[in-house]
């Protein structure tokens, strides 16, 4: 059994001393890192600063029955990661700040920190500061990222324009499922026998677009190597649709996007015919693909249609004739932003004395 050591004993400065021990600093724009008030970030004039940020709460963007927390301090950091790819960008630093219950150990968070540490080496990312405090409510984990862009390079989500290509990466969906899977795995565990261990098998491209996704770095190198730069970008966090209408709000235009060419990998298609759900659907409005979705203009054609792992599923149309999903039997649906959203009625959390009255 893993040894469990009160993270009392140890206090905030030793827990935090604990979980940075033996960092270093890679990258040049990392002057100074953890141990002072601030750290030292330091940009050349060709570049421009991004930074983003993300709150992820137990119960609401995660379940740990499920998830183990190297895998969730992993795609945490990756979350960020994608949004600083979405803007053309190199993510270079985060910050991480952790509220924590008493029910976690020490031992619970040297998992968490080994998997932000991990996705931090992968991605070529400084760890260099945070916050840490106690929470009465779970586990709270709020990582900021900064990256740089080249000047000129970095791309919004109001730059579309009409007759322009949608191009979305990788598939889409699988996420989704995985969650599906493990959260009816989870009722069915907790209805039978604890010791009984689910059985996943044909199953795992599922869990690990769930559990351990990846950014596209891949892409934006590809892209900077081919020399395109899209008009409009972002990444796909709450689902196609939903992202989609936010390029065309921001961009002032319509599109059409074609459901034949909606790129879904074999296993999401055999696990919503299981759930019976609409598979479609379930790409369109899944969440968490964090794959990227950008827009190129129609003279790009060639180039992005040879790009491995890049799909064209449909153009940007003038804004007055909306943006639409054409079906395979050549019908029209208005698209909806039905993606994941943490603040809408059923998933808004409801404070503990409103749910006893
Ligand atoms: N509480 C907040 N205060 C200020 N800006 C916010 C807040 N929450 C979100 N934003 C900003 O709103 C924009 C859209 O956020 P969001 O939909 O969360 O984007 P993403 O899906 O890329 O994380 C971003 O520019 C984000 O920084
Ligand atoms: C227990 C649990 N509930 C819900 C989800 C699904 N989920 C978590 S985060 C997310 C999408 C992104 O979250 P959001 O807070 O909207 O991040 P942002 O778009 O701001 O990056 C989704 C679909 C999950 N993985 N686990
Ligand atoms: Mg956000």
């Known amino acids: 059994m893993i040894s469990r050591t009160e993270i009392a004993t140890l206090g905030e400065f030793g827990l935090i001393r604990r979980l940075t021990e033996g960092m270093k600093l890679k990258n040049k724009s990392s002057q100074y890192g953890i141990g ?46 994608s949004d600083i790819y979405a803007m053309n960008g ?36 400084d ?15 709020s990582i900021t990222c900064i990256g740089e862009g080249e000047k000129g390079k970095v791309v919004y989500r109001n730059g579309a324009r009409e007759t322009d290509l949608i191009c979305v990466t990788g598939d889409l969906g699988a996420a989704y499922m995985g969650l599906q899977l493990l959260e009816r795995e989870k009722s069915v565990l907790r209805r039978v026998d604890k010791e009984l261990q689910p059985d996943f098998a044909g199953k795992e491209y599922l869990l690990e677009r769930q559990l351990k996704p990846e950014a596209r770095r891949d892409i934006i190198e590809k892209l900077a190597e081919e020399g395109i730069k899209p008009t409009a970008m972002m990444d796909v966090s709450d689902g196609l649709s939903s992202e989609l209408l936010h390029i065309c709000t921001q961009s002032n235009v319509g599109c059409r996007i074609y459901e034949e060419h909606i790129p879904i990998d074999y296993q999401t298609a055999v696990m919503a015919e299981e759930f ?12 968490e693909d964090y794959e990227l979705l950008f827009t190129v203009p129609i003279a790009d054609h060639e180039k992005v249609s040879e790009m491995e792992g890049v799909k064209l599923i449909g153009h940007i149309t003038k804004p007055d004739l909306g943006c639409a999903l054409i079906t395979r039997d050549g019908q029209e649906f208005e698209l909806k932003a039905q993606g994941w959203n943490p603040l809408k009625e059923e998933s808004h959390a409801t404070e503990k004395s409103e749910e006893s009255k």
Do not use: W
């Open 276 to 287: 019976n759900m609409n598979l479609t659907t379930c790409a369109l409005n899944g969440g």
């Open 90 to 125: 190199i993510p270079q630093q985060i910050t991480v700040s952790l509220g924590l219950s008493k029910r976690f150990s020490i031992e619970d968070m040297e998992e968490l920190y080994a998997g932000i540490r991990l996705a931090c080496e992968e991605y070529n990312v």
């Open 127 to 141: 760890i260099v500061g945070g916050d840490t405090s106690s929470s009465y409510t779970g586990l709270t984990i």
């Open 36 to 81: 002072d008030d601030a750290a030292v970030l330091s940009y050349p004039a060709n570049k421009e600063v991004l930074v983003t940020t993300d709150l992820l709460l137990e119960g609401v963007h995660f379940d740990l029955i499920y998830v183990p927390l190297k895998h969730l301090g992993y795609k945490s950091a990756i979350v960020n990661f």
